[in-house]
């Protein structure tokens, strides 16, 4: 097993109540050779002094403050300061078992590893990944579309990458996005890279929050802009690798237009909605975009009562609607 150094990057905003159960669970790691970036993007609380007291008591912990901007700007102000050879991403409501670390660094005979995840809070379960070995342009497709349903990429946590490889490429998580950025980083990486392991175990523990993807909910403007984002990377992900990810793209094709059905539903002045609807449905490409997300007949029906009929109709009946997304 590889003993290379680990830099564990810990992006937290007013964390105080959840923060020491993680860095603990970092700190505590059977595999010691690590360093652990803590980020405080501006708390108002008392995150950064309790940083500051990890960072006193075990020299691998690095404490920095910065001012807000947002997870993206953490990570990547994390980026800049490891100095591991490998780094990994970390929560601050989320915390890892001890053997963590040591489990994906059994595989590290690739450029990035891969674990399962256990989920705690509103939702109690685990999803634990098929054991192999993935090359990158030969299999991606195949494991992708397998795996659609219980993906475990769509997050950067639970991985680990080789931080040389980030550096080269310049990969950084795109600030202009707070939804699918993550995932937006990994498909760049995955450009980067020939082959990674997938192990299967679940050590890394995941905070679900009920209706959490609420909190994305984005104005016609915002939507386009991330489903811009979201295209360009996979358009330069299949590009280098010669294979078109037709069900993940769809996947989050959907997710981004919850996100706006979600704001939509949430207007209450008719002329707010409508002028939303307009925007939408005057989008070159919205049609292909309902199409392909239109994958049971509850969508189906959702489509088309908001977007084929009147905009009279979507707004009298969004309260019912709401509960039917996805």
């Excluded at 923060?19 to 609380?45: A, F, M, P, R």
Aim: aromatic share 14%; net charge positive; charged share 25%.
């Amino acid at each position: 097993m590889c003993t290379e150094k680990i830099s564990v990057i810990v992006p937290l905003y007013n964390s105080a109540s959840v923060i020491e159960k993680c860095v603990n669970s970092v700190i505590n790691q059977t595999y010691t050779n690590i360093e652990v970036v803590l980020v405080d993007d501006g708390s108002t609380d008392n995150s950064s002094e309790i940083c500051v007291s990890f960072q006193d008591g075990d020299s691998r912990v690095k404490c920095f403050r910065k001012e807000n901007g947002g997870v993206s700007s953490a990570r990547n102000f994390g980026l800049q300061m490891a100095t591991g050879s490998w780094v990994t991403f970390l929560d601050s409501d989320d915390f890892i078992e001890k053997d963590f670390l040591a489990n994906l660094m059994q595989k590290s005979d690739t450029e990035m590893m891969v674990g399962g995840f256990k989920r705690f809070g509103d939702k109690h379960d685990e999803i634990i990944p098929l054991e192999q070995y993935v090359n990158v342009k030969k299999d991606l497709g195949t494991l992708w579309n397998k795996t659609v349903e219980k993906f475990i990429y769509w997050y950067p946590w639970g991985k680990i990458y080789k931080l040389d490889i980030i550096k080269k490429n310049n990969l950084q998580f795109n600030e202009q996005m707070f939804y699918s950025e993550d995932f937006c980083f990994l498909l760049s990486y995955l450009g980067c890279i020939e082959s990674f392991s997938v192990k299967g175990v679940a050590n890394y523990c995941h905070l679900y929050e009920k209706r959490r993807a609420k909190k994305y909910k984005m104005d016609f403007d915002t939507f386009q802009r991330h489903l811009s984002h979201q295209d360009e990377a996979f358009i330069n992900l299949e590009s280098k690798h010669g294979h078109f990810y037709k069900l993940v793209r769809q996947n989050v094709h959907r997710r981004l237009i919850d996100n706006f059905l979600y704001n939509l539903m949430d207007i209450s002045k008719f002329v707010e909605f409508k002028y939303e609807w307009n925007k939408f449905c005057d989008y070159k490409d919205a049609n292909v975009l309902l199409k392909e997300i239109s994958t049971s007949k509850t969508r189906k029906l959702v489509n088309f009562l908001v977007f084929k009929t009147h905009p009279v109709v979507g707004y009298v009946l969004r309260c019912i609607l709401k509960k039917h997304l996805a």
